[in-house]
């Protein structure tokens, strides 16, 4: 069924309509989905590809040419393969890419309870796929990090999607210009200096890499607020106004590395991935991981580690050292069982306590 534009025709900019329909006879577009500030998708399906493609178009200015041209080579698994990018008229450009049904990691963090092992390997991937882009010949910047421009696909790998901020990096300087996309993972050297690093795409990752752990990051501005900047907020009139200070409580919130609370993980994040998860979010980017290369190895050097997760607010751990353990709320406290085969009985090296106490003592046996 043909694609009514009719509907839409008044909020798409005349370029990007131009563009589709040079495209339609390829492409049957079925879908329209509005990303506001961030571009329009259209999806639909590729007659000589034969599947299911998205089109994304991004607003880039005029100088947005080898980017594109970069982006479009490149080749890894994750990275969501872009099939065709080009630059139209108007400072619009698109990337034609494939269509992934799992939705993005923002999804796949709010349906499901990602173990701990699981949640490292989804890290590990994103910092794969940002090497390539970081490394020659490409050496490209991706500047818009969070979970909902990362895509999950059915063996729970990521793929960086979304490249409508990407820029590359000149060879006579080591950084860019800041984006002005999401505030909440805008690194400070973007608010101080609108300057914009390898070290920037770091800091990005271990904030989604907190979220993935199971760490508190509130998408709604007003949670940021204390009670004296509420009364502030509150005073003021204009939306503009009101972005403006929501960016300055974020960026002093950076500042003084107080952007993650470490407090709000699962006990069983001890303080190896916390000292991670610190560096990377380090305020002053030189003492953040400066490669995808560093912050590879500080995971790799974590070790063999229980993998961990929560079901139904029972701690599991599944087949380490071919034993299964569970810790569950009983009468008196906290009590850790271990699968003998013929069922569940309690641990006898570990103590009926508070969950915190369990947990640690678990750890202490595993180590």
């Not at 607003?59 to 698994?77: A, P, R, T």
């Not at 990602?114 to 020659?136: A, E, F, N, Q, W």
């Not at 599944?318 to 009985?345: A, F, L, P, Q």
Request: a positive charge; charged letters at 30%.
């Amino acid at each position: 069924m043909e694609f009514n534009y009719s509907n839409i025709s008044e909020q798409i900019p005349k370029e990007i309509l131009s563009a589709l329909e040079s495209l339609r006879r390829d492409i049957e577009v079925d879908e329209y989905i509005d990303k506001g500030g961030n571009g329009h998708i259209f999806l639909g399906y590729h007659q000589i590809f034969k599947e299911r493609i998205a089109i994304k178009f991004y607003y880039s200015g005029e100088n947005f040419h080898k980017e594109v041209q970069l982006m479009s080579s490149i080749s890894h698994k994750n990275i969501l393969k872009v099939w065709d990018a080009r630059t139209i008229d108007g400072g619009w450009a698109y990337f034609l890419t494939s269509e992934l049904k799992n939705g993005d990691l923002d999804d796949y963090i709010n349906n499901n309870r990602i173990s701990l092992r699981k949640g490292l390997k989804i890290v590990r991937s994103i910092l794969d796929g940002l090497s390539t882009m970081h490394s020659p010949p490409f050496f490209l910047v991706h500047r818009d990090l969070k979970p909902a421009n990362i895509l999950v696909n059915d063996k729970g790998y990521a793929k960086i999607a979304d490249f409508g901020s990407i820029k590359r990096l000149p060879e006579d300087q080591p950084y860019v210009s800041g984006s002005n996309h999401a505030s909440l993972y805008t690194p400070p050297e973007s608010y101080e200096r609108n300057i914009y690093n390898i070290s920037s795409d770091l800091y990005q990752v271990g904030l989604v890499m907190y979220q993935i752990l199971g760490g508190n990051l509130p998408y709604d501005p007003l949670k940021w607020f204390n009670n004296r900047e509420m009364k502030k907020y509150k005073k003021l009139e204009s939306d503009f106004e009101k972005s403006k200070f929501v960016d300055n409580v974020l960026y002093n919130r950076a500042k003084r590395e107080k952007l993650i609370d470490l407090n709000t993980l699962p006990l069983y994040c001890d303080s190896k991935i916390k000292r991670i998860l610190r560096k990377a979010t380090r305020a002053n980017y030189s003492r953040r991981y400066n490669t995808t290369a560093e912050f590879l190895y500080a995971i790799h050097n974590l070790g063999e580690i229980p993998d961990w997760k929560i079901k139904d607010n029972i701690i599991y751990i599944e087949n380490y050292n071919n034993k299964d353990y569970r810790i569950m709320e009983c009468k008196n406290g906290y009590v850790c069982k271990k699968n003998v085969g013929s069922g569940w009985r309690k641990e006898p090296k570990i103590k009926i306590g508070s969950k915190k106490e369990v947990v640690l003592k678990l750890m202490e046996l595993f180590s």
